[in-house]
């Protein structure tokens, strides 16, 4: 996951978990929220600018309320 992303979601209270796939595939990261995937870092900026990330995080169990 990349480090702007981490940043992000720590920056909301979050704290994700990182598993690589493929050692050297050079795939950009994918964020899945609750099994969902959100996209990568265009879709995680996009999703926190809307004001939606906070809920979508919330709704997942992925903050505290």
């Not at 929220?33 to 919330?58: F, N, Q, S, T």
Request: cysteine-free; hydrophobic content about 50%; glycine content about 18%.
């Amino acid at each position: 996951m990349s480090h702007v992303m981490k940043r992000l979601l720590a920056a909301v209270g979050a704290h994700p978990a990182a598993i690589e796939l493929e050692e050297g595939g050079g795939g950009l990261p994918i964020l899945f929220v609750g099994g969902v995937a959100v996209g990568g870092l265009e879709g995680l900026v996009g999703l926190h600018l809307r004001d939606h990330l906070v809920p979508i995080l919330r709704e997942a169990g992925a903050l505290r309320s």
